[in-house]
């Protein structure tokens, strides 16, 4: 059975970084392209950035210049590396895969931006 594991989350102050890892088990994800989620208290969940299975890259606009998508073929992982961190950043981040099928959705890490 396909499971994603999301860790890396914390309390930060603005301007910090943090560094999320997604892994995943179960299933090959190399053919996938990813994405990383989001959902702040009271909103949709949204996609903030993906990455093709070739390593091509995307960003939504709150989030772009500031966070990097990258990932790890070999270890079924996917990073979200979080730079310049808002408060409006607060939110539990989720991965999955971007086209195709989804996964089951996994826990999700949260990340609290305050001073």
């Known amino acids: 059975q396909v499971q994603l594991v999301e860790s890396g989350g914390g309390l930060v102050q603005p301007g910090g970084s943090l560094r999320l890892s997604c892994a995943a088990s179960?299933?090959?994800?190399?053919?996938?392209?990813l994405g990383w989620y989001r959902q702040a208290p009271g909103k949709q969940r949204e996609v903030i950035a993906t990455?093709?299975?070739?390593?091509?890259?995307n960003y939504g606009d709150s989030v772009m210049g500031r966070f990097t998508i990258s990932r790890d073929n070999a270890k079924n992982t996917v990073y979200l590396q979080m730079n310049s961190l808002k408060p409006e950043d607060t939110a539990v981040y989720y991965c999955?895969?971007?086209?195709?099928?989804?996964?089951?959705w996994g826990q999700g890490t949260q990340v609290t931006v305050s001073s």
């Open positions: 999955n895969t971007f086209k195709g099928p989804k996964a089951p």
């Open positions: 179960g299933s090959d994800f190399s053919i996938y392209a």
């Open positions: 990455i093709s299975s070739g390593g091509d890259t």
